[in-house]
């Protein structure tokens, strides 16, 4: 039994930064809140935490509303870091574990840990501002996983990251997730985080525009293309798919839109029964492309449709 977004709404005045939104979060697998910036993905999330109240709807757990004794149990990582810029990294982090109820040696042995697992471990004894800020940001994450949390929440972990720091914040989320935690992270970096999520929620000016399984939107899109390099000039077969569009047919290369329900190997199958195919391909839509799909959006120059 999961998380749940029931309906949730908020303004702050007469802006609607959230529109009756619901989703549903599973434990043990990493779920994406992804959208553009002033989507409202922080808005969702502090109301998540509770520092915010909705002016409708609720967040669940095993069909309740959620409560102050269940979010002890959560980790957050707020979108404004909030570190002590005097505090050396070791202490920081060991002393937000106290704050969760650990006792002094759990915390310092959770924290030296967590610091090991980010790559901070040499950085124990220095300033928090002395470090760079992709460490100040791990170290962020290192005080919001340091209790060992059932529900991480973490706001936007991966902006300004250098790629070897996302791939260790990635390792560090699907560690969790296959140890049964629940991961809700927020990014406006869509194609950055499609192969770490599996679930996403894509909203947009405060609306769900897109949920599921990123696996199963990817393939189900009507955005998929096959691209086949054929030793044959005839196309007669193709007659067989009246559904499916040429994009390009440019020597030997065909690149063709397939519709949703359509069978790559089908089509594969039947290009080989007409000709010898030398190099084939299946391109899935990015992330963004589904985005600016489901958001109608105009695409940019470099977008495909
Ligand atoms: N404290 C606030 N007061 C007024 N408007 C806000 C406040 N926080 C957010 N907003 C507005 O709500 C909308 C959603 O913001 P936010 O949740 O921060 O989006 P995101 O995190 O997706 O970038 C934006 O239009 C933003 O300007
Ligand atoms: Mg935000």
Request: aromatic share 4%; hydrophobic share 40%; with cysteine.
């Amino acid at each position: 039994m999961g998380l749940e977004i029931h309906d949730i709404a908020h303004s702050f005045g007469d802006r609607t930064a959230l529109d009756r939104v619901s989703f549903d979060i599973a434990p043990g697998v990493i779920t994406g809140l992804l959208g553009p910036n002033g989507a409202g993905k922080t808005t969702l999330l502090r109301i998540m935490l509770g520092v915010l109240s909705p002016d409708r709807g609720q967040v669940r757990y095993s069909d309740r509303p959620v409560g102050e004794e269940d979010r002890r149990q959560w980790g957050y990582m707020p979108q404004e870091r909030g570190l002590y810029p005097g505090m050396p990294a070791g202490d920081q982090v060991t002393y937000f574990g106290r704050l969760h109820g650990l006792s002094g040696r759990d915390a310092t042995s959770n924290a030296h840990a967590l610091l090991a697992e980010l790559g901070l471990e040499d950085r124990w004894n220095d300033r928090t501002d002395k470090l760079s800020g992709g460490m100040q940001q791990r170290l962020q994450l290192a005080a919001s996983l340091v209790h060992d949390p059932s529900v991480m929440v973490l706001d936007e972990p991966f902006a300004g990251l250098d790629p070897l720091a996302v791939e260790s914040l990635s390792e560090t989320l699907r560690l969790r997730a296959r140890g049964g935690r629940t991961v809700l992270f927020s990014s406006h970096q869509l194609d950055l985080v499609q192969d770490l999520c599996q679930d996403i929620a894509m909203v947009d000016h405060g609306r769900t525009v897109l949920l599921g399984s990123v696996s199963t939107l990817r393939a189900s899109s009507d955005r998929r293309q096959l691209r086949l390099h054929v030793m044959a000039p005839n196309r007669d077969w193709l007659h067989a798919y009246p559904d499916v569009t040429v994009v390009t047919d440019e020597a030997d290369d065909l690149r063709l839109a397939l519709p949703p329900g359509i069978d790559p190997l089908d089509v594969l199958d039947a290009a080989r029964a007409a000709g010898k195919v030398v190099d084939f391909g299946l391109d899935l839509p990015t992330l963004s492309q589904l985005f600016l799909s489901a958001a109608d959006r105009t695409l940019d120059p470099a977008g495909v449709r």
